[in-house]
């Protein structure tokens, strides 16, 4: 999830990463930010908004706090959160998201590169509504 604006012939989508659990630190949460801002931005898609092409750009920030509590998710009510618990272990070995629209999910660290493994499906960041409202790529 995140927020959209138009800014200098731009779309830009801000999102916000949260990591916790017992293996998320600074390092990975940076690594996380950044792989996904990359990946998304790579593309360098386009959007045409009233006629006018726009490109769109991810602005991806992220906080690390391991010991985030479960009511913060749960009372969040600010969009541009996404929350990712990072465990070293994971039920079925795959890192995975909540849900479609959802601000939450799962990664699996892996314990030998200290990457975590970011899921490669449509961008999650962006709302129901506005990713219904661009082209499909598919």
Known sequence: MGTAEIQ????????NIITYGTAADPAVTENIREEIETMWNEPQATV???RNTLRI????????KPQLI?????ENTNPQNNHFRIEPFAAGNISFVDGLGCNSGYF?????????YCIKVNPILLSTSLYQSLPSYS
Do not use: M, W
């Open 8 to 15: 200098n012939g731009q779309l830009v989508i801000r999102s």
């Open 108 to 116: 699996k660290l892996d314990i030998f590169t200290r990457q975590a």
């Open 70 to 74: 479960p009511e913060e998710i749960f």
């Open 48 to 50: 045409i908004i009233k």
């Open 57 to 64: 750009v991810f602005r991806i920030s992220a906080t690390c």
